[in-house]
């Protein structure tokens, strides 16, 4: 469903910079309260938005207020999630719990509605709503940000075998308890769904597949809420896993490379592109900011010889890749954690060691910004491993410690680690959510 730039250490903007909310209102100076029914006026305000924090073998979800630096609620779901994620809009978490075949749902309170003829911002208590989406095995979350996102069911293979299906949804339909299509699929399979407008390219196996990843993309049109099949991409891309969409590209992970797909138009799409490299491809990273520009993550090596994490660049609209190498990045070093920033022109990888790289996109290519050893004192043995969030209201990246039981703020625009806050207990996963400025 991020990269970096150097500017001098934003003013105190850490956590401490946003205690409190301004709410300024243009077009007539005064304040504005909860109370406010104005509806001819901009509503503005100032937050740095919300982090939801899952715990380590727990159902409980903290909200993180980042203006007060606070716990604003803690939630508790039905089961532990395996996962969380913003929805579309930056709304909602987003919380799959994956063996219970159930996604729930916590409204953060922070959102933005237009009407019409000004923006309004509100700011309110999270609260977990009843809205429940059920399937078999909810597992891939991928996002149009701002529009809608897709989430892949992998279905099960065990007696009684489940098909694979998929479940959009956008901020506004989960507000009102529902999806706004849904697909079923004919086998159970470990895939994907990329949206696009109204296009949803959704992965599919070939009877002859080598192992059991998804082979091919194929086309979706979307009308109201039915979902079309238009045809099967003819590229092959053989032990697909991962993906991302930006600008007007699609780009998929192979086991020899990356499968790149162009937007044509509203309804159509190219066969797809097979882009070659040594290594097989399995995460594929993006950002909104940064249209048709994207890093595959590829492993080189298997135990019990030295593994390493390697990537490359990828320009969807010239259908190039090329090497990048992160500062520092030696072999035997493995990614941990990886974010773009909220302009897209900044990308931040953990490696397991505890060092944080920030690279930087400049001048078409990806430049050495900078490291940061001992971002995290002591690696986890096992996961979850530390993730990272992007503030999208801040510069400011987040990073949790799973050992030293703690969040770690950095500033996105130098890689400093601004502060460290006790947590209480160990995080697992993390998401934003706020209004995107």
């Excluded at 949803?200 to 993309?217: E, F, G, N, Q, Y």
Aim: aromatic share 6%; hydrophobic share 40%; charged share 15%.
């Amino acid at each position: 469903m991020r990269t970096p730039l150097l500017k001098s250490l934003l003013n105190p903007l850490s956590l401490m910079a946003s205690l409190g909310v301004a709410l300024l209102v243009s077009a007539c100076g005064g304040g504005v309260d909860s109370q406010d029914k104005d509806d001819h006026v901009n509503v503005y305000i100032d937050t740095a938005g919300r982090l939801a924090v899952t715990e380590a073998n727990a159902s409980t979800v903290r909200i993180h207020d980042l203006d007060s630096g606070s716990v604003e609620a803690s939630h508790v779901m039905t089961s532990v999630p395996s996962a969380v994620y913003a929805s579309p809009g930056g709304r909602y978490a987003v919380l799959p719990q994956r063996l219970q075949d159930r996604v729930q749902f916590v409204d953060g309170g922070i959102y933005q509605e237009d009407h019409g003829d000004h923006l309004h911002d509100y700011k309110q208590a999270s609260k977990a709503i009843a809205f429940v989406v059920n399937g078999p095995r909810p597992t891939h979350y991928d996002v149009q940000p701002g529009v809608q996102a897709a989430i892949f069911m992998d279905g099960d293979t065990t007696a009684p075998v489940r098909n694979a299906a998929v479940r959009m949804l956008t901020d506004a339909s989960i507000g009102s308890a529902a999806t706004t299509a849904s697909l079923e699929l004919s086998a159970p399979l470990h895939g994907l769904a990329e949206p696009m407008g109204n296009k949803l390219l959704v992965s599919a196996r070939a009877a002859d597949a080598a192992d059991t990843l998804p082979t091919h993309l194929v086309l979706h049109q979307r009308s109201g809420n039915a979902l079309s099949l238009v045809r099967e991409l003819p590229t092959r891309c053989n032990g697909m896993h991962g993906s991302f969409s930006s600008g007007d590209s699609t780009l998929t992970g192979c086991i020899n490379g990356m499968l790149l797909v162009r937007h044509l138009a509203a309804t159509t799409v190219s066969d797809g592109q097979l882009l070659a490299t040594p290594l097989r491809v399995g995460t594929i990273a993006g950002h909104p900011r940064l249209p048709d520009q994207f890093i595959g993550i590829a492993s080189e090596g298997a135990p019990p010889s030295p593994v390493t994490t390697r990537f490359y660049a990828v320009n969807g609209q010239s259908a190039t890749v090329g090497g990048f190498t992160p500062d520092g990045w030696t072999t035997g070093r493995v990614r941990r954690a990886h974010s773009f920033d909220r302009s897209g022109q900044r990308f931040f990888i953990l490696d397991d060691q505890g060092t944080l790289t920030v690279s930087q996109w400049q001048a078409g290519a990806w430049t050495k910004l900078s490291r940061v050893t001992g971002a995290i004192p002591a690696m986890p043995a096992a996961a979850p491993w530390p993730a990272l969030a992007a503030n999208g209201a801040r510069d400011e990246i987040y990073l949790t410690d799973p050992v030293a039981r703690q969040l770690v703020v950095v500033n996105s625009n130098t890689g400093a680690v601004v502060t460290r806050r006790d947590l209480g207990y160990s995080p697992s996963a993390l998401a934003w959510l706020g209004i995107t400025r």
